[in-house]
């Protein structure tokens, strides 16, 4: 049920108008062979009159346009949006994966006093085998290239939002972030090491810190000429980067595309509810221009988020 809500106007167009069109194609055809009293007249009239063209050729064209937005590397998960897409305004861009190439390196491990490089990078590297983000592969793969054998993890656990921890070798280690590391142990703060670009782990060991694991997501090579051709190519009014990641990296890749209203340190909930509020405020805009009549806007048609 979603799938047919979903279908583009243009199919569903289409889909009305060969419910109509066939039985009319096929009653003239009768209505040629009764007055003719040939057969082929039938024929004849169905084989020009045939909606199939109509119905196939629209179906065709959306898989087109799809495949050809998947070889380029754009997923469209609704192809309803293609027909929505120029009456966009604003823009909403995620960081990583989208206007970065999504494949971070460790650069820098700083670990604290008592703590070994090695050490930490193995621990570490033990529980981001079950993880899912971003910076578990850098990770994996840095301690890799050093060789590192890897221990085993028991009692894993990743709740969105909260980092990730897990025992090691009896020790438990935990991977969290600067701003929670702050809430979770204030007197730890003073340990860390200062604020510098790019991303960032902080490792925990048995509550204690242990080391900061930097890491680096290069912004892509086209990311700054395709933000700066959306406003005058295609009408796009605001442009807005969004991302989970510290405010200073965040900042770093949006002076680096060409985009000024950055929000960082945003929850996968933060981020839905701004673009709710987003499209709230498009449709109060709309509105207030004095198109009453008109049906309200949907995020897809208020802006596409990336």
């Known amino acids: 049920r979603d799938s047919e809500q979903k279908r583009p106007q243009l199919r569903r167009l289409g889909d009305q108008i060969g419910a109509v069109y066939t ?34 050729a629209i179906p065709v064209a959306i898989i087109g346009s799809v495949s050809l937005a998947a070889r380029r590397g754009i997923i469209v998960k609704d192809p309803a949006v ?15 994966g989208t206007l970065t190439y999504g494949q971070p390196k460790l650069t820098e491990i700083l670990p604290a006093d008592g703590f070994g490089k090695d050490e930490t990078l193995a621990a570490v590297a033990s529980i981001e085998r079950y993880s899912r983000h971003p910076l578990a592969a850098a990770v994996i793969d840095a301690a890799a290239a050093a060789r590192l054998p890897l221990e085993e993890a ?11 921890c897990g025992v090691v ?44 694991l930097r890491f680096r997501d290069e912004p892509r090579a086209e990311g700054k000429s395709f933000v700066r051709h959306l406003r005058p190519r295609h009408g796009f009014e ?34 839905l509810d701004l673009v709710r509020a987003e499209t709230r405020r498009a449709n109060s805009v709309f509105m207030g221009d004095g198109i009453t009549d008109a049906p309200a806007l949907t995020p897809a048609t ?3 988020a990336f």
Do not use: H, M
């Open 302 to 304: 208020a802006g596409v």
């Open 154 to 164: 028991v009692e894993v656990g990743e709740r969105p939002g909260e980092g990730l």
């Open 169 to 212: 070798g009896g020790r438990t280690i935990q991977v969290t972030s600067r701003k929670k590391l702050a809430a979770q142990s204030p007197k730890s703060v003073d340990l860390l090491p200062p604020l510098a670009g790019g991303l960032e782990c902080i490792v925990l060991i048995d509550g204690g810190y242990a080391a900061a």
């Open 82 to 96: 293609l027909e929505k897409i120029d009456t966009c305004r604003i823009a909403i861009f995620d960081k990583t």
């Open 238 to 271: 605001r442009v807005l980067l969004v991302s989970g990641d510290r405010e200073n990296e965040v900042r770093y890749l949006a002076d680096k595309v060409g985009i000024t209203e950055v929000y960082a340190s945003q929850s996968p909930e933060q981020k």
């Open 23 to 56: 039985p009319l194609a096929v009653a003239i055809a009768l209505l040629a062979w009764v007055l003719s009293g040939d057969v082929l007249r039938f024929l004849g009239v169905l084989v020009v009159a045939t909606p199939c063209p109509l119905l196939i």
